[in-house]
């Protein structure tokens, strides 16, 4: 028996050797990831090869290469750069390399226009973008940018770009939060430089679990709809699909929609805050039998801004400024207190941290008009606002004065 286990051990290593030489197995993940490195003059030399450093690691821990998944590394600064294309390295350790190599770019931190430049020319078909795989963007920051990230960063995920962000503790919580795939509690992290490596194992995780749907599931839910995504079940010439939406307490009124075979996706819009909705995706193929997939989605609860702003407390050069807060499971992540002379000039902005629901706005002129302007952000990325005016009195008094009681020598008005 002893010459057979031989043999057969014989065998099966160099069953195994022959399979990694072939590269990932054909049920590995395919997707294409997109690294956003901050690369400006705001982030320090050691800041930046910790950063490298930490992407480094986490592609090493990433099935990459022909089949599965493919990168990409753009770095952020006056203009954004490509350092490697998405199919340019073929095997994680060359990716690893070439993110070694990777040497700061500096000048401005405009993060907005590498999104932009993302769009047009990395996750296109035409720049070798893999059509009906899912997208990543990992983008790594030290938290500010120099112009817009909102606008360009809700068009990729319009596109259904997964977005996680990595800030290196400095960066405005709502602005970040906004600007991450929701939930995001699951997609964007705040960590110091020294600790990147404490989330790689997590940030690692989370990527795969986007960029392999084993089945129908749900994403980006907000109180009036989300997305669904499924792995590549038919192709363009195999096949349709049948995706059927509807409240589970009224089947009776269900919306459909018919989606080609090489689509792996779709948002439902216009739907009911707080409601369970059944969703049926349904293969139809003529070359093979599917079953369908189901899913039990619930909306958010609906999305309230704050309430009765209540200016008190006047002074010539400060305002307290208070509101009924957004309670209950659609709670705010915080809020944004803005105030401006209504005769026009410089605008101050104050954040407010979730929880707390007044504040005290400093350094305004004497005798002037106001308005303040408070705006709650939510996990979905959705803002809501109420603005109120206020006036400043004259003069450095501290206080207003009293006004007399009817018993002591005053009329009732």
Same mark, same amino acid.
């Given at each position: 028996?002893?010459?057979?286990?031989?043999?057969?051990?014989?065998?099966? #290593?160099?069953?195994?050797?022959?399979?990694?030489?072939?590269?990932?197995?054909?049920?590995?993940?395919?997707?294409?990831?997109? =690294?956003?490195?901050?690369?400006?003059?705001?982030?320090?030399?050691?800041?930046?090869?910790?950063?490298?450093?930490?992407?480094?690691?986490?592609?090493?821990l990433l099935p990459l290469g022909p089949g599965a998944l493919r990168a990409s590394l753009?770095?952020?600064?006056?203009?954004?750069?490509?350092?490697?294309? =998405?199919?340019?390295?073929?095997?994680?350790?060359?990716?690893?390399?070439?993110?070694?190599?990777?040497?700061?770019?500096?000048?401005d931190t405009n993060t907005g226009l590498a999104l932009a430049y993302a769009k047009e020319?990395?996750?296109?078909?035409?720049?070798?973008?893999?059509?009906?795989?899912?997208?990543?963007?990992?983008?790594?920051?030290?938290?500010?940018?120099?112009?817009?990230?909102?606008?360009?960063?809700?068009?990729?995920?319009?596109?259904?770009?997964?977005?996680?962000?990595?800030?290196?503790?400095?960066?405005?919580?709502?602005?970040?939060?906004?600007?991450?795939?929701?939930?995001?509690?699951?997609?964007?992290? =705040?960590?110091?430089?020294?600790? #990147?490596?404490?989330?790689?194992?997590?940030?690692?995780?989370?990527?795969?679990?986007?960029?392999?749907?084993?089945?129908?599931?749900?994403?980006?839910?907000?109180?009036?709809?989300?997305?669904?995504?499924?792995?590549?079940?038919?192709?363009?010439?195999?096949?349709?699909?049948?995706?059927?939406?509807?409240?589970?307490?009224?089947?009776?009124?269900?919306?459909?929609?018919q989606l080609p075979g090489n689509a792996t996706g779709w948002a439902w819009a216009g739907?009911?805050?707080?409601?369970?909705?059944?969703?049926?995706?349904?293969?139809?193929?003529?070359?093979?039998?599917?079953?369908?997939?189901?899913?039990?989605?619930?909306?958010?609860?609906?999305?309230?801004?704050?309430?009765?702003?209540?200016?008190?407390?006047?002074?010539?050069?400060?305002?307290?400024?208070?509101?009924?807060?957004? #309670?209950?499971?659609?709670?705010?992540?915080?809020?944004?207190?803005?105030?401006?002379?209504?005769?026009?000039?410089?605008?101050?902005?104050?954040?407010?941290?979730?929880?707390?629901?007044?504040?005290?706005?400093?350094?305004?002129?004497?005798?002037?008009?106001?308005?303040?302007?408070?705006?709650?952000?939510?996990?979905?990325?959705?803002?809501?606002?109420?603005?109120?005016?206020?006036?400043?009195?004259?003069?450095?008094?501290?206080?207003?004065?009293?006004?007399?009681?009817?018993?002591?020598?005053?009329?009732?008005?």
């Amino acid at each position: 028996m002893l010459p057979w286990t031989v043999l057969g051990l014989a065998l099966s #290593l160099r069953l195994a050797r022959s399979g990694a030489e072939r590269g990932p197995p054909a049920s590995a993940p395919q997707g294409d990831l997109l =690294f956003l490195l901050d690369s400006s003059a705001s982030v320090s030399h050691y800041e930046f090869s910790r950063v490298r450093e930490f992407l480094g690691r986490l592609a090493a821990l990433l099935p990459l290469g022909p089949g599965a998944l493919r990168a990409s590394l753009v770095h952020v600064g006056s203009r954004p750069h490509t350092e490697f294309r =998405f199919g340019q390295h073929s095997s994680g350790s060359a990716v690893q390399d070439a993110i070694r190599a990777a040497a700061q770019r500096m000048g401005d931190t405009n993060t907005g226009l590498a999104l932009a430049y993302a769009k047009e020319q990395l996750f296109a078909k035409a720049a070798g973008a893999r059509p009906g795989v899912p997208k990543v963007l990992v983008w790594v920051t030290d938290g500010g940018s120099s112009d817009p990230v909102g606008p360009p960063m809700q068009e990729l995920k319009d596109l259904g770009v997964t977005v996680f962000i990595v800030s290196t503790g400095r960066g405005s919580l709502l602005e970040l939060s906004a600007a991450a795939s929701a939930p995001a509690g699951k997609h964007l992290h =705040f960590v110091d430089v020294d600790d #990147l490596h404490i989330i790689t194992q997590a940030l690692r995780g989370s990527i795969l679990d986007a960029m392999w749907p084993q089945q129908l599931r749900a994403s980006e839910v907000t109180s009036s709809g989300f997305r669904l995504a499924w792995p590549p079940l038919l192709t363009a010439d195999s096949g349709y699909y049948l995706l059927e939406l509807a409240p589970s307490a009224e089947p009776g009124t269900a919306r459909r929609q018919q989606l080609p075979g090489n689509a792996t996706g779709w948002a439902w819009a216009g739907l009911d805050p707080d409601t369970d909705y059944d969703v049926a995706l349904v293969p139809e193929s003529n070359v093979r039998l599917l079953r369908p997939q189901h899913l039990r989605v619930r909306t958010l609860p609906e999305e309230t801004g704050p309430e009765r702003i209540v200016v008190s407390h006047a002074r010539p050069r400060s305002l307290r400024v208070s509101w009924a807060p957004a #309670l209950g499971p659609a709670a705010a992540l915080g809020y944004h207190v803005q105030v401006g002379p209504l005769r026009g000039g410089a605008a101050q902005l104050v954040e407010v941290p979730a929880g707390r629901n007044s504040t005290t706005l400093q350094g305004l002129a004497p005798g002037t008009a106001y308005l303040v302007t408070v705006t709650a952000a939510f996990r979905s990325g959705r803002e809501r606002a109420l603005s109120a005016k206020a006036c400043t009195p004259d003069g450095e008094r501290s206080r207003a004065p009293r006004a007399q009681s009817p018993g002591a020598g005053g009329r009732e008005p």
